[in-house]
């Protein structure tokens, strides 16, 4: 839950949240026009834009196997890892 708040719900709820505490700021009042579209269009926009940068990968390259984290014959924590493979004409 924690996951879609931050990289859904604040994204799309923010620009609405700012726009109503400055019209209150100003002594306005909100208006509930076409103001709206915009509001909405502005929140899925940074929505997207989290989902996009959410889901890049900053990390090291991603070639090789998946090792999860296991205990070895001594019984110590060996930590996950990335294990090469071996080449694609090797058996």
Do not use: C, K
């Not at 708040?5 to 726009?19: K, S």
């Not at 019209?23 to 989290?50: D, E, K, M, P």
């Amino acid at each position: 839950m924690g996951r879609v708040l931050i990289t859904i719900i604040v994204p799309l709820l923010l620009p609405t949240a700012v726009y109503v505490v400055w019209r209150l700021i100003i002594g306005r009042g909100t208006n509930f026009s076409a103001t709206w579209i915009w509001l909405a269009a502005g929140g899925l926009a940074l929505a997207a834009l989290t989902l996009i940068a959410v889901s890049i990968d900053f990390g090291a390259p991603s070639q090789g196997v998946y090792v999860p984290p296991h205990r070895d014959e001594s019984g110590a924590v060996v930590p996950g890892h990335m294990q090469p493979q071996p080449p694609q004409g090797a058996r």
